[in-house]
């Protein structure tokens, strides 16, 4: 069975620091990788994709992916209030139709002012 | 990003009776969109998978004849709750396809049965 596990949190970090979100999966060759964020009864927005190891930077979120590892994480620089959600990962895997995504239960992120 | 659109956002109806969910691609045209539902503090659960011009592919343990999903065109897609019970009751999030394999989520509606 497909998964992605994430620490459910509350993972509380102070205003200005760096939050670090993380990620694992279970099918080595998934190529696919997607951090969403949901804000308290809103539906999930897309924050990054990343599709090959490495990092990946847009704005103060760097995504950063090891397949050796399986492993997917999002760094939050300058974190804000306004960051406080649940953040969730999802991975494509290999034979899954088009689109479709398996999602993590999320990380719910506080930071504190 | 992609922008997708779900009416209504929220309704309150009574046991028994049928809700219509409406899913529309506003920008582009999506063959796949998908059906969620999330329940309070808890996490995202594939419902169904609907595909422009067929029948819908649901995921295990989701009742087929009572969340009716059809899909008739390539911007709209449509979730209908038959007989709501209270149990239904709960947030219904649909997304859609586009671009490299990226899913953008509609605005969800909020279903209370009583």
């Known amino acids: 069975q497909k998964e992605v596990e994430q620490n459910s949190g509350p993972l509380s970090v102070p205003e200005g620091a760096i939050a670090s979100l993380n990620c694992t999966y279970s099918?080595?060759?998934?190529?696919?990788f997607f951090w969403y964020r949901q804000y308290s009864g809103k539906s999930p927005e897309l924050i990054m994709s990343?599709?090959?190891?490495g990092d990946k930077e847009d704005g103060r979120f760097t995504a950063q992916l090891n397949k050796a590892s399986q492993y997917v994480s999002l760094l939050i620089r300058d974190s804000q209030p306004s960051d406080s959600a649940t953040y969730l990962c999802?991975?494509?895997?290999?034979?899954?139709?088009?689109?479709?995504?398996?999602f993590g239960k999320g990380t719910k992120l506080s930071v504190i002012p | 990003g992609a922008v997708v659109s779900q009416h209504p956002s929220r309704v309150i109806c009574k046991s028994g009776t049928s809700v219509k969910i409406e899913c529309r691609s506003l920008?582009?045209?999506?063959?796949?969109m998908f059906w969620y539902r999330q329940f309070p503090k808890k996490s995202l659960m594939l419902m169904a998978t609907?595909?422009?011009?067929?029948?819908?592919?649901?995921e295990q343990g989701v009742e087929k004849d009572k969340f009716l999903i059809n899909h008739a065109s390539l911007t709209l897609s449509t979730l209908t709750v038959t007989s709501a019970h209270p149990e239904d009751s709960s947030f219904y999030i649909c997304?859609?396809?586009?671009?490299?394999?990226?899913?953008?989520f509609g605005p969800g509606t909020r279903l209370l049965v009583l």
């Open positions: 609907s595909n422009e011009g067929s029948k819908a592919t649901y």
């Open positions: 997304s859609a396809g586009q671009g490299p394999e990226t899913q953008y």
């Open positions: 999802a991975v494509k895997y290999s034979g899954a139709g088009s689109y479709q995504l398996t």
């Open positions: 990343i599709y090959s190891n």
């Open positions: 099918d080595r060759v998934s190529q696919s």
């Open positions: 920008d582009f045209q999506a063959t796949t």
